[in-house]
C-alpha cells in the first residue's frame, strides 16, 4: 500500500519560514518523481514545486521562486518543501504527490499524500 504522509504545516506570521516532508512508503521512492500542490479556500488546487526523482531536475511556480526550496533525500524516502518568507497568499492545505514527469499537472499523479495546513497571518 503506498503512503506519502506529509507533515510540518503550522501557524506562521508573514515572513517567517517552515519546512515540509513527505515520507513515502510503498512504492521505489527513488523512481518517481515528486510534486507539491497546494490548495486554498475556494481555490483549485494548484502546483508549487516539482522535483526529478533522482534530484537533478526541479521547477517552480513563478509566485514562489526564490522563496521556496524543493529537495529529497531518497536514503530516508523524504520529500522536502522549505518555504521561507512566507506571505498570508501561501496559506493553503499543501498536498505532495508522487507520479510522473515533473508532477506539475494533475494528470501526471499517481498517488496522493493526505495535505498539511500552513497559515500564514499577516
Known amino acids: 500500500q503506498v503512503q506519502l504522509v506529509a507533515s510540518g504545516g503550522g501557524l506562521v506570521q508573514a515572513g517567517a519560514s517552515l519546512r515540509l516532508s513527505c515520507a513515502a512508503s510503498?512504492?521505489?521512492?527513488?523512481?518517481?518523481?515528486v510534486g507539491w500542490h497546494r490548495e486554498a479556500p475556494g481555490k483549485e488546487r494548484q502546483f508549487v514545486a516539482g522535483i526529478s526523482a533522482r534530484g537533478d531536475d526541479v521547477v517552480y511556480q513563478e509566485s514562489v521562486k526564490g522563496r521556496f526550496t524543493v529537495s529529497r533525500d531518497n536514503f530516508k524516502n523524504t520529500a522536502y518543501l522549505q518555504m521561507n518568507n512566507l506571505k498570508p497568499e501561501d496559506t493553503a492545505i499543501y498536498y505532495c504527490?508522487?507520479?510522473?514527469?515533473?508532477?506539475?499537472?494533475?494528470?501526471?499523479?499517481?498517488?496522493w499524500g493526505q495535505g498539511t495546513q500552513v497559515t500564514v497571518s499577516s
Open positions: 510503498g512504492l521505489p521512492f527513488d523512481s518517481f518523481p
Open positions: 504527490a508522487a507520479g510522473r514527469g515533473l508532477v506539475i499537472q494533475t494528470a501526471q499523479v499517481d498517488y
